[in-house]
């Protein structure tokens, strides 16, 4: 990992929209730096044939690049609490609240939305408003100054959601997928003995089906990632 080296202010052309793709992505495999001579975004990824290259690239040319602090993982999930926390539909609410319990969060939260076009919608929007404040914030403390402007314009400090009115989902002291998981344990146990194998069969089914379904998902995104690095790379071209 590149040591930090001191800088002083830069006035450069930025590339928007690779910014805003670094500064989202939060990956332990992938690392992106800002180009302080074009502007443009240097990202690297383990087991890329040309991360080794592109290292080497960034080591030696230390003074002209700057690693993109992308959101942290926490900092995203907190946002998602928020957000749950503004919804005024109850059920949704108590859904999305499950929902963001335990590993895999992101994607369930996620697959809830995909129900609610407008919640979805709105979530994006807050989201965005979100990591361009990231994005402004982090710029200004490295003290680079954009001789272009970002395609979705001014930015704002983004107002607290609201919390919804109404009762409250309460779980007592318990996570929501704890509670749910000690209330099949004790819907196990007032399970007659021969009645365990087909629970048992069933709920390995289940396991893997959540196996498969998120390794199919990291495979989208890994495919959704190299396709728009090909179009960045054919854009660049042109």
């Known amino acids: 990992m590149p040591i930090a080296v001191p800088r002083g202010p830069a006035r450069i052309d930025l590339d928007w929209d690779a910014l805003e793709v670094a500064v989202e992505r939060n990956s332990p495999d992938t690392d992106s730096y800002l180009d302080l001579t074009t502007g ?3 990202t690297i990824t383990s087991g890329d044939p040309e991360a080794t290259l592109n290292r080497q690239q960034v080591s030696e040319n230390i003074r002209n690049f700057l690693r993109v602090e992308p959101a942290s993982s926490r900092e995203q999930y907190r946002w998602m609490e928020r957000f749950v926390g503004s919804v005024v539909d109850e059920p949704l609410r108590e859904r999305l609240t499950i929902s963001i319990d ?3 969060a992101f994607r369930r939260f ?3 939305l995909l129900a609610y076009p407008a919640e979805r919608e709105r979530w994006f929007s807050y989201r965005a408003d979100l990591l361009h404040w ?3 914030t982090w710029l200004e403390s490295h003290e ?3 001789t272009n402007d970002p395609p979705w314009g001014a930015v704002q ?3 607290e959601l609201p919390a919804a009115a109404g009762r409250p989902v309460v779980h007592g002291t318990e996570a929501p997928g704890e509670a749910l998981r000690r209330q099949a344990r004790d819907l196990i146990e007032t399970i007659a003995a021969i009645e365990l194998p087909t629970a048992i069969a069933f ?3 289940l396991k893997q089906r959540s196996t498969e379904t998120l390794t199919k998902d990291a495979e989208l995104d890994r495919e959704r990632e190299r396709e728009r690095e090909r179009e960045d790379d054919e854009s660049t071209s042109a």
Do not use: C
């Open 40 to 42: 443009r975004i240097l």
């Open 134 to 136: 990231h994005i402004q």
């Open 203 to 205: 709920l390995e089914f």
């Open 144 to 146: 680079i100054q954009p």
């Open 110 to 112: 996620k697959d809830v």
């Open 157 to 159: 400090a983004p107002q």
């Open 102 to 104: 335990g590993k895999g």
